[in-house]
């Protein structure tokens, strides 16, 4: 973790409100290389916040980085920000939603009060009068409040974050919705994909396969997936990609630009992190495209001069955090329920969260053609 | 220059159609270090071409570069993309316009029959019926065509490409039109700014100082210049800079950030091309912000982690190559006919045609306080 | 008012938490025809609101639609919606926020959790889980609970909507943020004005001179304001109209044509709400052009077809109700505290509360010149 | 046809260059009420224009118009703007194109060179230096000039106008793209539909059935189609609609918002042309939703108050004349050939062209079940 964003994280130590409540099960931080479950007491809703009871979560990319200590969170703190639950008590001032709904909650929970949320911007969620934006201040659960790998959630300005799920749907069916999902497609729509467009996704983990799916949800004609693993490979086929691009097998960007007949494509989309991908997603664009960045860089990012057109190619390189907010869930959920796209094949195994390490061992190993895990409390 | 531009540059050996033409006096590129004033018949228009009898035009910092021989150009070319003339001769099929008209032509002059033009991508014109598209592909004048650095100049797609001055204007008035306001407005323009925002300018040359008026224009209300030469920053105050930041005299970043109460601003427009102020632009910048580029750079470019917030925060990179085509012309033409902005004082220096290597020279070496020269055949 | 408008309306009983508070004084809707100051109980801030004692406010011209019955409210209903105040005391869960500060907060007062809201829709703010959208939903203040012409206000969803008010600044330099300048501005925004535009802008009422003010401040390069009285001609002068068309001495649309030698203007911002500047500013618009309505219309409208283009001149129409919330009033303030605009002519009349009678009378009739009153409890 | 439409129509006398030059079969007009098929000269290109010898055309509901005196074009002129063909020669100035390609060109044929088009308003070409812009003026074939129901075509501006047919498709699987599925995926691009929207297609003719096809494309997870003939029910289904609403079997507008639990629809796309449906569609609109507009209609439009929110609710009126340029065709040739929509449902009738008379009575009278007739030369 560079020293840059050290300054902008403050972990807070989560709250314990009462010493002798309900005690419960959570996945908490406990130091570098060690997350363990841990008992603690069963959060007390305040007056903005609903308590979920957790029915199903799963493991982040970014959970990986915090276990690794890559990512500094505050001892103590519970890990996760993909809930799936019913809600079991709202607080005092909590309006337009009722105890007992099964819900959601982005991964990002905008405040909607902040400038920042005023403005649009809701993921950079800042708090106080003055400034009112902050970096990633949008991303609490397992962040900076405790996350959802417990039995409970605290979710706070609920009326801006809980989304209703409809009877039909079942909990897997929405677990991609709090981040995959959102943070997939935000890869496409921050791209501006149009119809017509000729899109690249470099990367197809669970973020790559969403915004392979974004790309053929939003009219791209031309979608080419670069991606060397053959299950992940069947998957972005199935989920919209038109071309396959092996990087283990030559170079992706003679190959996309052969399959371009030298054009470049519209929206390159970076769903890796790193500079191999970034260079690469940048020199595969057209004059006048856009690069669309989802990675989480670990760290400086060099843009080359001659795929930059020395600045004069009139690019645009946009980054999203995952978009947030009750409505975005919503549409999420909307686009799951309307058959428009099935994220099925993406949980490729289940645990209880009692198991929950071994969760993390098989998926920060990567084995077993892992994508992502169902964890149910 | 680095190798991947110098593939995007084709010279062309301006063509000489009638050897025994009416001869005319230009600027051309001779050698690396070597522009000299040279006799060239005078061009004869094709069927879409007007030609110009230059009246006034200048010389721009690319030019200097193309002196140094940093960016190359084939040898023989006239340099310039900056003409203020009257029509002397219409093509055959050259309709809306007549001879004797007094005109401006962009520095970039798009076909308008291009893909990329047809998609709203004026400046990055490519030939060709499959591709549509080339990197900087419409800047053609002293690029890849016989330039402005004379006495005569062939406009190519000329009803794409003429706009006419109205008759109150002087040529110095509309002389920064064709490139210097067309860039730095599209800064102010590409980055966004809306009524209220809080903006950023690296660096007061003609082209910054062109972005400071374009930010004011758009309705920043708190435009911040950074800037050590006291002339320059006198003038960025009265083209809209409500602060001025002397980095000469102190971390810009710092400064900017205290000035902003730690808020960074909405928009930061970079109107150097260097690292250092491309890497300022970026850390001045608050979150969900856009960096709007105008620099032209010599090297790769770093994004430093800590300022991009590892990709998380929701910025925007756009760059903008010089917005051209008579629509634009005509746009920046009312905008100097309804006194919305003053640039008298950027043009500090005149000389004929016959004494440019003095010009050169002079501005090369950004001697006695020079902003803009005025050249006139 | 409409029946389709009155469904849209629920007017609500004002809370009267405690029955032996302090008392103080209040514009209420009697019945319709009368407005009169009443006594009644200073409201209790609940958790998420801040009580305001008014120290300066205004009458709009939707206040005299609901004193004539032409706009329905709830009897005993205080009437206002452009505060300007200090904090009196903060609900229990309000942050960001201390009492004693000058504040102001818009006529539209968004929830900042509504799916409307989170969609960026700010204005027009639904209750409950299910819709989350709402006709003019975002308007309460004297809509659908208690105004601000009265000593005290209670402003609903605090942390969304207060805005600090620098201490360079008196009452009256801020007192047309909430509405007037909001709503003024956002015709030149919704219209998309460019730099370059020619704008036509019918009615230089005060919202009518701000959207003057706005499309100067966003780059319009002509504007042109319709307008008979010699006092608002002169003042949209200041604002910056390059011409005045007086629609009392000729055909304005004619007019405007003849100034734009026939082109029409690329963006027309109505803002009077009659049938025929409705129709006069589709007439003017050139084909591509937006028409954007500020108007509050009184019945249905017509689209004479060929203004239309029998519906193939790719013209859009585009209405805006007031943005609010405290980031929008925070760039409004900034945009006076930086000087780039001076309302203080809008003001001609001031009265204490006690006489808001007179002040309605007076501005209800249109008398003496009046643009907007200021009233000081 | 109104007056106020007449005067932007300029019938010119098809150029007959060459008296005695091979002759051609054409569909004219000869009066109201009459077209026929007549002998005219094969056109001489100009040298930016392409000689195209037609493959397949088809007849547009516009030209029902025009049969019947509704649309006023000059007597003589030949009649249809939707071409599939091969070129036969070049104009000396078209470059980027050789004879024996297959091509289509859009229904609008822009120049590329007006301020119009250089501002990306292609639709609303305008002639000449000073205006620009002219209502309809991009539509050239069948309307200004002579068009494609005939052997030979010219096109003009060709460089602008032409885009390749790969050689894998058909005629017929390109017959759509110069009109129908411009201006029906216009429908859903202007209309700004966002993944997961609601929305309503008000008629399923082949425009209204490409606009369900396009709102299916950009991301719409409810697309509602309001149409009552059971054939075009089907299709529509096939293409996108998640819902059909029958008007003749209860009120659409109730109905739609039933379906929505009372929200109402993101954007609602009128596709016919009438009062009713233009009214329907701004009724089922959610506040600050879009009404895209893609009919032609014959006499003034009603804007209803209430479902208007009085001007308050900030909705959007939009209204797009078929979009074309080559690389809107190329686009939309892309979309046929990834598969990504399959319109061989909309061919119904097919008739060579010395029979076209019979096509336009079938069409005309909309009998046995016709969508579309396919005509060859």
Redesign the interface.
Known sequence: M????QS?VQPTTPTRRKPRSKMMCAAVFVEPGRIELEDKPVPEP???DALLRITTTTICGTDIHILKGEYPVARGLTIGHEPVGIIKKLG??V???REGQRVIAGAIT????S??????????D????????????G?RFGNTIDGAQAEYLLVP?A??N?A?IPSGLTDEQVLMCPDIMSTG?SGA?SGGV????CVAVFAQGPIGLCATA?AL???A??IIAVESIPARQQIARRLGA?EIVDFSKGDPVAEIMRLT????VDVAIEAL?KQETFAAALAVL???GTLS?????????????????????????????CPG????M???I??V??R?IDLGALVTHRFPLERIKEAYELFGAQRDGVLKVAITP
């Open positions: 560079s020293p840059a964003l902008d305040g007056p903005l005092s001032e309006k337009g939603f905008p405040s909607g009060h400038a920042a949320c005023l403005c649009g911007c809701l993921s950079q800042g708090p106080g009068e003055r400034h009112g934006f902050k970096a990633m201040g991303w300005d009326m801006a809980l209703h497609f729509e149009k119809i017509g467009d974004g949800l939003m009219g004609t031309r038109d007949d030298g054009r470049g992190g057209r004059p006048g960045s989802l990675g989480v860089y670990s760290g400086d990012l060099t843009i080359p001069l001659g795929a930059f057109a020395a600045g004069l190619g009139d690019h645009r390189i946009v980054t999203t955090l907010g009750k409505e975005r919503r549409r999420l909307d686009v329920d309307a428009r």
